[in-house]
């Protein structure tokens, strides 16, 4: 196994530019924060700039310590910007772009007035939080025009926080994760230990949210082992089919969501996706139909399809390898084995008492890696915690092999249902027409599916009928468009929100 090392990012970054000066960054679009940069451009390149702006910072008065929210456009400019952040020893919080003034004011708070840096697209909401201080928006296009002000890099110490990432807000005002040097980098050991795996140094591609936990910890570990990278901003499935084909990467990561939304389009192209033999699905469940069309896209019979599933407060965690072979008798729910000696799960009961195998409870993780705390929210944080054990809020249980069964959300548990999940896995896998299943609890707690059907497509309601006769009552099927389904920066459901609509009669 690869040695263990502190993750500082903008350390990262220079280290790697120093090794690999020359290995390429391919962009799908310019930045709108790093303007200079070529669409083709490499590590060392683009480190030169990072420094710029981290200068800019320091004449915008950002010093050691700062929080400095980032806001922004969901696009890989915003990671660069953090690394720019940490240069100055200042902390990154990292935001998603489409967080509501509410959610904003919240967080303003609670980091006690932070800097916040912004763009044209989260403008508005930020001229609307009332408890800011003017002086720190830092506006991307006001932050460009500022002369530079050379200052010393500043490292925090190894157990500080040194960046904030966020729960996805699926039930609430989100938490603020706080990590450290060290908590990160054992995140980065397990990715590195994974990327081993990869035989040939060729390029890598994702489309992830960038202020996700998992955007630094696969960036920082890919750039320290050398591989070329091509982060997509967009998450349009033709535009990413046009730069899979043009550049040819071996590897393809994103938001089991976002493969979802993509598999219509593998299917109707699967050329675009021939080069790729390593699929990569992040901190989630994904259902065997969606990887199998990806796996039959591919080019190479022996390709690839690793689920890995974790969660922001403790990293990714258990991880499944599939093939075209194996998912032929594969459980969706299975999510697989943690690996040795950093993650490993087990099965509890609510009061945190280890449960045996084969018996349904709270699924509580042990990783190295896991967060320091929730900002301000300690008491909430430490509510999950038993011991060196994490209550990861999910519900299922461990087989006697000792692979982990993903069941459901413990606030998402519907009486008489083993498992929502399962149910959805099950018709996205056996109705092509259907673009989306998601199963809530309506206002009688009876199992409401809503469903979206895939542009160009009609609803088979005979092929629905029967699919659904041996299951469990389900109530008639709302149908919605894919987009009217209300979802967090990853592309997670938000159930809760649903079910509050329903009650509301709004959805």
Request: hydrophobic share 40%; net charge negative; aromatic share 10%.
């Amino acid at each position: 196994m690869d040695q263990y090392t502190p993750l500082n990012l903008y350390t990262n970054y220079e280290q790697a530019a120093l090794n690999y000066p020359s290995q390429q960054l391919i962009l799908d679009e310019v930045l709108p924060a790093f303007p200079e940069l070529p669409l083709e451009t490499t590590y060392a390149e683009s480190l030169a700039i990072i420094q710029q702006r981290a200068y800019q910072l320091a004449r915008c008065g950002v010093q050691a310590r700062d929080k400095v929210v980032i806001f922004k456009s969901p696009k890989f400019d915003t990671y660069l910007l953090a690394t720019a952040v940490s240069y100055l020893g200042a902390i990154p919080v990292m935001v998603s772009y489409h967080f509501p003034v509410e959610t904003m004011t919240v967080f303003v708070e609670r980091l006690e007035d932070p800097f916040i840096l912004f763009d044209d697209q989260t403008a508005n909401v930020v001229q609307a939080i009332e408890n800011s201080s003017d002086n720190k928006h830092l506006a991307v296009s006001y932050l460009l025009q500022q002369t530079p002000l050379e200052a010393p890099q500043l490292q925090l110490e190894l157990d500080e926080i040194s960046y904030m990432t966020h729960t996805s807000g699926t039930t609430g005002i989100p938490k603020l994760i706080c990590h450290s040097a060290n908590s990160m980098g054992w995140r980065t050991l397990w990715q590195r230990t994974i990327f081993e795996k990869i035989t040939e140094k060729k390029l890598l591609a994702f489309h992830i949210s960038p202020v996700h936990s998992r955007f630094n910890i696969g960036m920082t570990s890919a750039m320290a082992m050398g591989f070329p990278l091509m982060p997509l901003n967009t998450a349009d499935s033709q535009k990413v089919g046009v730069m899979l084909t043009r550049y040819q990467p071996i590897a393809l990561e994103t938001h089991p969501n976002n493969f979802v939304q993509w598999s219509f389009y593998a299917k109707e192209h699967p050329e675009a996706f021939h080069s790729i033999r390593y699929y990569h699905s992040t901190f989630d469940a994904i259902n065997n139909q969606t990887m199998a069309r990806f796996l039959e896209a591919s080019g190479d019979e022996e390709a690839v399809f690793l689920q890995v599933y974790g969660q922001s407060e403790c990293g990714p965690m258990i991880l499944k390898k599939h093939t075209l072979v194996s998912l032929k008798g594969n459980d969706a729910r299975d999510m697989g084995i943690g690996l040795e000696g950093l993650t490993q799960a087990r099965i509890a009961d609510k009061n945190g008492n280890v449960l045996p195998a084969n018996t349904d409870g709270h699924i509580q993780f042990l990783s190295k890696g896991r967060a320091l705390t929730y900002y301000k929210e300690d008491a909430r944080f430490q509510e999950t915690v038993y011991n060196e054990w994490w209550d990861s809020g999910d519900y299922g249980m461990i087989d006697y092999q000792g692979h982990l069964f993903l069941k459901d959300r413990q606030v998402d548990l519907i009486e008489k249902i083993n498992s929502n999940l399962a149910i959805e896995d099950y018709l996205l896998d056996h109705l092509d027409f259907l673009e989306e299943v998601v199963i809530v609890r309506d206002q009688d707690q009876q199992p409401q599916p809503i469903i979206s059907v895939v542009t160009g497509k009609e609803m088979n309601w005979d092929a629905w009928w029967e699919k659904i006769a041996d299951l469990p009552h389900l109530n008639e099927p709302l149908l919605r468009k894919f987009e009217e389904i209300p979802r967090t920066a990853t592309m997670k459901v938000q159930r809760l929100q649903i079910e509050q609509a329903l009650k509301n009669h709004t959805f």
